[in-house]
């Protein structure tokens, strides 16, 4: 049963999952702890608008980066990919849900937003329902099968903007028809997007979220690595981009156990976006080009693992290459 998944793994992950700003491009044979820190950050490292807080109600953001405040929270966010390779890897018995991770959120009682293909919601509608119904978790949109919304955008497939807009309204659809929410915020997938894009979701009436902290969990086995990105970046008023698919982002769960205890000795307060956005007004890009994008990388020049494969350790089964 699980040969079949395993064999294909491989295909799935470069070319159908996320595609972050990190390890997208790198096979998954290769290293991954320098890949990760080979690939830009593009959304991570855009300069950053800082409104003044004035009495008025702020207006709505065109796209959000963080939360101007002086409080310590953070706005700890998930995505969850998925996409036709990866529905195929899940009909063969591959399951794309950080179980481990989602229970140790749920155990800590932090808030935290989850952004969900609204394909993730139909293929997991127990979990998909049980994570949208725990109060402490907010539910994003992050269209229904990932696609490019704007191109280079780390291999994802480009689509046109007809195509662009039905995938924003079918996520919506889909997550509020197996959930019974219905997301306020959208996360482009890969972080690309450019002002057509933006113009889309708006007119579905959801607002844009990026990050301004990028945990590098994608690809990345390394959960010390994982916690000192966070770690490193967080400031009150961050958003942070993590993920729940596990087998693209072994080691989040790890790293969660390394981040939020040592935030809460910072006296960091976990909040969802929109408690976020309640405490302060949105941190937005200054680039008036309104556009993210990323070229795949180019391959790494690294030794080429003698082989790859699952492994059970006491965390679960990890992929590695050796
Ligand atoms: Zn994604």
Redesign the pocket.
């Known amino acids: 049963m699980r040969r079949a998944p395993l064999l294909l793994l491989p295909v799935f992950l470069l070319a159908a999952?996320?595609?972050?700003p990190q390890a997208a491009a790198t096979k998954v044979g290769s290293q991954p702890a320098q890949a990760v820190i080979a690939h830009p950050l593009l959304p991570a490292r855009q300069e950053e608008i800082r409104p003044p807080v004035v009495g008025e109600p702020a207006p709505v953001p065109r796209i959000v980066l963080g939360a101007q405040t002086t409080r310590p929270m953070v706005a700890l966010t998930f995505?969850?990919?998925m996409n036709q390779g990866m529905a195929a890897a899940a009909r063969a018995g591959f399951r794309w849900i950080n179980t481990d991770a989602t229970s140790y959120l749920e155990s800590t009682n932090v808030h935290a937003t989850l952004?969900m293909?609204g394909m993730w919601a139909e293929l997991y509608p127990a979990e998909a329902r049980q994570l949208a119904t725990n109060p402490n978790f907010e539910i994003g949109n992050?269209?229904y099968s990932?696609p490019a919304f704007h191109s280079p955008c780390y291999g994802l497939g480009s689509v046109s903007r007809t195509v662009q807009a039905s995938q924003v309204q079918r996520a919506q659809q889909a997550i509020e028809r197996v959930t019974g929410v219905a997301p306020q915020y959208f996360?482009?997938?890969?972080?690309c997007y450019d002002r057509s894009a933006l113009d889309i979701v708006h007119a579905a009436g959801l607002i844009p979220v990026q990050w301004n902290v990028n945990s590098m969990d994608a690809f990345n086995a390394y959960p010390q690595q994982i916690a000192a990105a966070v770690l490193a970046g967080v400031k009150p008023g961050s958003i942070v981009v993590m993920?729940l698919m596990r087998a693209n982002a072994p080691s989040s769960a790890a790293a969660l156990r390394l981040i939020i205890p040592a935030l809460q000795r910072r006296g960091y307060e976990f909040v969802t976006v929109s408690e976020l956005l309640a405490a302060g007004p949105a941190i937005q890009p200054t680039d008036p080009r309104e556009v993210v994008e990323a070229a795949p990388t180019r391959p790494m020049p690294t030794r080429a693992p003698q082989s790859c494969g699952w492994v059970s350790g006491i965390k679960g089964r990890v992929y590695i290459c050796r």
């Open positions: 999952v996320s595609a972050y995505d969850l990919d952004f293909t992050h269209s990932h996360r482009f997938p890969g972080g993920h």
